[in-house]
């Protein structure tokens, strides 16, 4: 089948097919990777202690008696879905103790931060946080003078944990990283000479030790972000399977097109050049033209999904771009130019094939359980700049091994059909799951350029409609400038 036939037929199948079904993203909630606190001129590790101590005083009479304990806490939460944005962000701390002033500051850190970190390798870092705005800020709920572990609570307000816990909200902060992941830096607000604990990951189920009958779960003690998603209404997701695959062999002028797995290797005899082999594979795939209208769309990202079938020699490949047309039935002698004018361009990227060494997923036997699904055999490429560098509706990558080596890879074409273990029939793998697949999420714009009206004499106060007419409010929805700003009713 030749390509422009296979390009109309991808266009085809993109009208009719429904979006991508997935499970609907609703909250995130995650404790810390790594939590502990630093203190000035003190080189213990803290990482393994229940509580984090807060504390920061100036002795202005002698230096040496000065102290800054800061706590430092790492999290990691799930990335946003493909047609999900996040819609807040919460930080819970519960308090261990209260010892003079409440209130403490919460800076994003940018630092490493390990259970083994000491305040010396991190002053610099600690200096920058504190040298930036704040992302929060909390007055310390409990009974003020009081350890909820160690003290009679005698305020029956105070005798519940949910009065000991503090709730930060997060949420802009967290909206403007670029990352699933980030570290904190909690501090003192007062310089005083006394210190404030909150509970840490460590902390073990207790029993208040004044009153036996109070005990108190360590879930409700640890700390804890909670990331809630929504949907974006301008956001869209498209998955589609490649519309063309094959491999193509040096001396070689089989068909593959129709085949289930291309084969991957390439081998250089220096004795002897007829022993050489090259075969190399080709994929295509159907990219939505929405998606590379930059004028009205934004490409947010998009991903090729492999499947692989074995490793036999090296587990690294190289990816190339390949803006070549071809016919499923192609030759290695008919594309031998274009794979070496590939290949010159350079890899667009690299990655290490999923599965277990020297492993068929169709003819081995399969002992651990990380390969008995289909997660453990498959490989996410991320191609993003890849496809909005090509600019085309049609994209094609080539991957070769990077391996001087005379055995082979092989991954799954869209022919792949159900497949069952030859040493083990409860090992089956769905066709629907092996299949190569593209991926690709774009969002619209504003339905307006206008980010502000400015005007060169002076700011028009009041409230005007696009049009510039002047209206006294804005009962009804739209967009109107007010006081020189877009804003959206």
């Known amino acids: 089948m030749k390509r422009n036939l296979l390009r109309a037929f ?10 991508t079904v997935q499970a609907q993203q609703e909250t995130s909630v995650t404790t810390p990777d790594v939590d502990t606190y630093v203190r000035l001129n003190n080189a213990k590790a803290h990482g393994g202690e229940t509580t984090i101590e807060l504390q920061t005083y100036t002795n202005t009479e002698d230096a040496s008696k000065s102290t800054d304990f800061v706590g430092l806490m790492t999290f990691s939460y799930a990335a946003p879905q493909n047609g999900y944005k996040i819609k807040s962000a919460t930080l819970r701390l519960t308090t261990e103790r209260i010892k003079g002033d409440r209130n403490i500051n919460i800076y994003a850190f940018d630092g490493t931060v390990a259970d083994d970190s000491k305040y010396e390798d991190l002053a610099d870092a600690i200096a920058a946080a504190r040298a930036t705005d704040v992302i929060g800020t909390c007055k310390l709920e409990g009974q003020n003078g009081k350890s909820i572990v160690s003290d009679e609570i005698t305020a029956e307000k105070y005798q519940n944990i949910t009065a000991w816990q503090n709730t930060i909200d997060i949420t802009s902060y967290v909206k403007g990283l670029s990352t699933s992941s980030f570290t904190i830096m909690i501090a003192r607000n007062a310089d005083a000479n006394n210190s404030n604990k909150i509970f840490t990951k460590e902390v073990e189920d207790f029993t208040n030790a004044k009153n036996e009958s109070w005990s108190i779960s360590a879930a409700d003690c640890y700390p804890q972000l909670t990331v809630e998603y929504e949907e974006d209404a301008n956001s869209v997701t498209s998955t589609n399977t490649s519309i063309a695959d094959t491999y193509v062999r040096m001396n070689n002028t089989k068909d593959h097109g129709s085949e289930t797995t291309v084969e991957i290797k390439t081998y250089t005899d220096e004795a ?10 080709l994929y295509s795939f159907a990219i939505p033209a929405d998606a590379l209208d930059t004028a009205n769309y934004d490409l947010k990202s998009a991903t090729v999904r492999l499947v692989t079938e074995r490793i036999k020699a ?70 993003t700049e890849a496809v909005k560098a090509m600019g085309s509706t049609t994209f094609s990558i080539m991957i070769e091994s990077s391996k001087n080596n005379k055995n082979a890879e092989k991954f799954f074409t869209k022919e792949a059909t159900d497949v069952t273990n030859a040493k083990d029939a409860t090992l089956t793998f769905a066709a629907a799951d092996l299949v190569p697949t593209i991926t690709i999420a774009y969002e619209k714009k504003s339905a307006t350029g206008i980010s502000e009206v400015k005007n060169t004499t002076n700011t028009a106060k009041g409230i005007y409609t696009l049009q510039g007419v002047k209206v006294n409010g804005t009962n009804q929805s739209g967009i109107f400038i007010i006081n020189g700003k877009k804003v959206i009713k």
């Open 10 to 19: 991808a266009f085809a199948t993109f009208t009719a097919m429904a979006m």
């Open 314 to 383: 090296g587990r690294t490949m190289n990816v190339y771009a390949y803006p070549y047309s071809y016919e499923e039935s192609t030759t290695y002698e008919t594309e031998s130019a274009n794979v070496a004018a590939a290949r010159a361009a350079g890899t667009i990227l690299t990655f290490d094939a999923a599965g277990p060494y020297n492993k068929s997923m169709v003819s081995d036997q399969i002992d651990d359980d990380k390969y008995k699904t289909v997660d453990g055999w498959t490989n996410t490429l991320d191609v």
């Open 272 to 281: 002897d050049a007829s022993q050489n082999q090259d075969f190399v594979a």
